[in-house]
């Protein structure tokens, strides 16, 4: 995440990095209670009134246990107060969610550096940083200039891959030939897509972003949800989200088991729906509650969906009432970052690139469909610095190792073509 809004992934690893510019972004649409209380703890900060700010960081970790930038920012404020065993307290929370963080080399625990404890966090965080998993790589597409946001699979073993900077499409066949499947001028940034073998189709979220080649002012805060056909790579429909002030981009989406078709909208608070047969999108879902909404998976009961939110965690939307509730993290756990996710058998395997270090992982539901365990699948190899989507085949989990997005910072940057990697995992 290099240079996102703060409401939405698509590069912004500063949505967590920086927890309080988040607090303060600017939204159309009403404040989640724990952005109040983190602009309110950034004040506080400011005017120099700490007990005010650890007072407001605490009761905003209170309302998100799992934050990590609230917690490390605690920590410090906590060490600024000559509170360290809260502050310790406060770290190995994060050090036991599986998380890196160089605090040896923050000025701010200076302080803590006399205490044993102290040392033994710092030999967590830096094992946390290391290598999990096997590091396979599947297959590499070589030669990309792009950002590799979306993957997808059809059923004759051919791969589809979503390019922002290119605004396409791109085909690897089974042999491993690597084209470029849609050549459509009218489209944007092209980010998650799924096949609907049935239909012989492909759908993509596309979306205007300073990234992609060649955009132009009147393209800003656009988006579509576009259908190609699966044969020819041809655009057969595109909807567009409506002209409502807004900027709007789709991120993800998901094919609903009635034929419907959502896609998630990362700067708007909407889930839109696409009806079986229907001429337009809907708003399936919108509220106030969402910060940054990214991938969508189908609940195990079949009647809701598992929406990932950027800077909330995971959401359980009815299909029947759009009903919404956050879902507890398991202790010790955290659910922030969640970009891609996706169900299996027994809960979700997601890719979390809004923390450190990236990692895909495993989350186990419980029957009532609670998250009760995450646990690591790989984190830490190279290649896996700047991970993008996933798609679940064959019992295996895939996703892109390093998307691109880091490369352009600035947008108008040109790196050279480089080997994407495609990384596979036992689930």
């Not at 004040?43 to 700010?53: E, N, V």
């Not at 080649?213 to 009147?218: F, G, I, L, Q, Y």
């Not at 229907?278 to 998976?297: H, P, T, V, Y």
Request: contains cysteine; proline residues 6%; charged residues 20%.
């Amino acid at each position: 995440m290099a240079s996102h809004s703060l409401h939405f992934r698509v590069h912004t690893r500063v949505l967590l990095t920086l927890v309080i510019a988040l607090a303060i972004a600017t939204a159309l649409w009403a404040e989640p209670a724990q952005s109040v209380l983190l602009r309110d703890a950034a004040a506080a900060q400011k005017s120099g009134d700490l007990p005010l700010q650890i007072a407001k960081l605490e009761a905003a970790r209170a309302l998100r246990p799992d934050y990590p930038r609230v917690v490390y920012v605690l920590a410090r404020a906590y060490t600024s107060a000559g509170r360290p065993a809260d502050a310790l307290s406060s770290l190995r929370s994060l050090a036991d969610m599986g998380l890196a963080f160089a605090v040896d080399r923050d000025a701010s625990f200076a302080p803590l550096h006399d205490q044993a404890a102290f040392a033994a966090l710092a030999a967590s965080f830096a094992a946390n940083a290391r290598p999990h998993g096997t590091g396979r790589v599947a297959f590499p597409l070589p030669d990309r200039d792009g950002i590799i946001e979306g993957i997808a699979r059809d059923a004759d073993g051919n791969w589809y891959f979503g390019d922002v900077r290119n605004r396409c499409l791109w085909r690897r066949s089974h042999s491993g030939e690597v084209r470029r499947f849609s050549d459509d001028s009218s489209l944007l940034g092209v980010f998650g897509l799924k096949v609907d073998q049935a239909h012989t189709a492909i759908w993509a979220g596309t979306s205007a972003v300073p990234e992609m080649k060649n955009a132009t002012a009147d393209e800003k805060g656009r988006a579509a949800l576009v259908e190609f056909d699966l044969a020819t790579g041809r655009v057969r429909r595109s909807f567009a989200t409506p002209a409502d002030g807004r900027d709007h981009l789709l991120g993800d989406v998901l094919l609903g088991a009635d034929g419907s078709v959502f896609a998630s909208d990362s700067t708007a608070p909407v889930i839109w729906r696409l009806p079986p047969g229907g001429k337009r999108l809907q708003r399936w879902i919108e509220s106030d509650d969402f910060i940054s909404l990214q991938g969508m998976a189908s609940a195990p009961d079949g009647r809701s969906l598992v929406v990932a939110d950027y800077a909330n965690g995971l959401w359980r939307v009815s299909l029947a009432d759009q009903a919404h509730v956050l879902l507890a993290p398991p202790r010790g756990a955290t659910l922030f970052g969640i970009d891609g996710l996706y169900a299996v058998d027994g809960g979700l395997v997601a890719v979390q690139n809004g923390i450190s270090p990236q990692r895909a992982v495993r989350i186990t539901l419980d029957a009532g469909g609670r998250p009760v365990e995450v646990r690591t699948l790989e984190a830490g190899h190279p290649a896996m610095d700047d991970l993008s989507l996933g798609l679940v085949a064959d019992g295996q989990f895939h996703f892109i190792g390093n998307s691109g997005w880091a490369l352009f910072d600035p947008p108008s940057a040109t790196p050279a073509p480089r080997a994407v990697s495609i990384f596979q995992t036992q689930i």
